[in-house]
């Protein structure tokens, strides 16, 4: 049963703090994603990898957070130091692009839950 | 400025009835579109899709109609199952020139017994 793995799935911590958020994505997929969800923003691309090159990371406020693959099976998101405004849920997605018209369909981690007091 | 608008942020219809969720983009360079649905605590997973170059998709009880010259695209769900009841994210990209995909707010279903 594949999946995307993503842990923890809840992290609560105070300001300032580091927070590292880790995703396992499906064996064999060669892009990897990272998510957003707010209520006023619904799901906002932070930055992606493929083949382990981060292609896009404009979404992702850089003087903070940071993206890395540090091998094909882990991806790692890291925000240091925290705000309150950091609340949200991270989701890690990958995927596997295919020939022809259509494109790839990313698959979902299950998200990690950030609480920043 | 977004590029995906799911302007109806929720949705109620009644169990049995027909759900149709709507997605309106902007972008013209767009020609593949795609339904999320999540549960809560759990992650988007992907349930239908449509290339521009169709304008119909159908999947058991899901359909997806497209009209590129309004930029509009719908889900239909018939009947609609009290296990609908979820978050619909209309997504879009540019096919295999671009990984991205760029997602609506989302439009929550209730499916009421």
């Known amino acids: 049963d594949a999946r995307v793995t993503q842990t923890p799935r809840h992290k609560v911590t105070e300001m300032g703090q580091e927070v590292t958020m880790r995703c396992q994505p499906i064996l064999g997929h060669n892009t990897v994603f990272w998510y957003r969800q707010t209520m006023m923003q619904g799901l906002e691309l932070l930055a992606y990898?493929?083949?382990?090159?981060?292609?896009?990371d404009s979404g992702m406020p850089k003087d903070r957070f940071s993206a890395e693959m540090p091998d094909a099976t882990l991806a790692t998101l890291k925000i240091q130091p925290s705000e309150p405004r950091d609340s949200a849920v991270y989701f890690c997605?990958?995927?596997?692009?295919?020939?022809?018209?259509?494109?790839?369909?990313?698959?979902f981690g299950a998200g990690t839950r950030l609480s920043v007091l | 400025d977004q590029q995906v608008k799911q302007n109806s942020p929720s949705l109620s219809v009644q169990e049995g009835r027909i759900s149709i969720l709507n997605c309106d983009y902007t972008n013209s360079m767009f020609d593949y579109f795609l339904w999320y649905k999540k549960y809560p605590a759990e992650g988007p997973t992907f349930l239908i899709s449509?290339?521009?170059?169709?304008d119909k998709n159908e999947d058991g009880r899901f359909t997806v109609f497209l009209n590129k010259s309004a930029k509009h695209l719908s889900l239909h769900i018939v009947p609609s199952q009290p296990g609908d009841s979820a978050v619909y994210f209309c997504a879009a990209t540019r096919g295999n020139r671009d990984d991205k995909i760029i997602f609506g707010k989302g439009t929550r279903l209730h499916i009421l017994p």
């Open positions: 997605a990958s995927g596997f692009p295919a020939p022809g018209p259509q494109t790839n369909i990313q698959y």
């Open positions: 449509i290339s521009s170059i169709k």
């Open positions: 990898f493929r083949n382990r090159a981060p292609l896009d």
